[in-house]
């Protein structure tokens, strides 16, 4: 029996993914061609709403970019979203906020600035930045998402926003694997990983926290880490 958490069908946003393998020639072109974005100018609902408009969970803004800067294709990402932006209003000028106000700020802004480079969300996702530079699979590899287990038995496809998102990136032998706690509260899943690369008792360390290591285990015919996460936590795993 499958856990309520996991699912053996792929969403259709899995299945999107699934389909560029026949779009693209290689998975180096996505990073050539296909731009990617949680939210712009342009793109806004009706009324104009930004992504984190009234959320009150802000470090989802973390997984949103972070899945970006993770994930196939060309991040872009939309200015103020890294400062915690959340305009929004019955039209465009509420989520055209001013980063730097001069002469021209609106609503009150004139003059004032409102980058600031130690907030909470902007340092968390320059460090995503920052692993995505050094780790050449987060930017050319191939994509895969994993199935994930409560028990290490039963494994699927998450079913919806309070599951746990894993999928792994893979360039040549190397296996990075992205991890998200989707939900509001913390989560411990085992999480698929590629059988050759990821051997049993390989270990892997969090890229965005050294200090946490997960052991590759067998689980039936398959390997798979076990993840304990935070709400709203993203770790990136790589072997040691």
């Known amino acids: 029996m499958i856990p309520r958490q996991a699912s053996s069908r792929m969403t259709g ?10 779009l693209y020639t290689d998975h ?22 930004r992504f984190m408009h009234g959320n009150p969970f802000p470090a989802q803004a973390v997984l ?22 959340d305009g929004g209003g019955d039209n465009d000028s509420y989520v055209r906020e001013c980063m730097f106000g001069g002469r021209w700020g609106a609503f009150d802004s004139t003059g004032r600035h409102f980058f600031n480079p130690a907030h909470p969300l ?6 995503v930045a920052s692993i995505r530079k050094g780790e050449p699979a987060l930017r050319y590899g191939r994509q895969y998402f994993r199935e994930i287990s409560g028990n290490g038995i039963d494994f699927g496809y998450p079913l919806d926003g309070e599951c746990m998102l894993a999928y792994s990136r893979i360039l040549d032998t190397t296996e990075i694997l992205i991890t998200m706690n989707l939900g509001g509260r913390e989560r411990s899943d085992h999480v698929t990983v590629d059988f050759n690369l990821s051997s ?11 200090g946490k290591v997960v052991t590759v285990e067998r689980r ?14 993203m770790a990136i795993w790589k072997a040691m």
Not at 122 to 127: A, E, G, H, K, N
Not at 220 to 233: M, P, T
């Open 64 to 85: 949103a970019v972070g899945y970006l800067l993770t994930s196939q294709g060309i991040p872009c990402i939309y200015y103020g979203t890294e400062q915690g932006f």
């Open 200 to 210: 049993a008792g390989k270990k892997m360390k969090n890229l965005m926290d050294p």
């Open 122 to 127: 902007y340092l968390t996702i320059s460090r």
């Open 13 to 22: 946003s899995g299945r999107r993914y699934e389909r560029f393998r026949d």
């Open 28 to 49: 180096g072109e996505s990073g050539r061609y296909f731009v990617t974005f949680v939210d712009n100018h342009d793109q806004m609902s009706r009324p104009y709403r």
């Open 220 to 233: 039936g015919k398959r390997n798979a880490v076990h993840v304990q996460l935070k709400r709203h936590e």
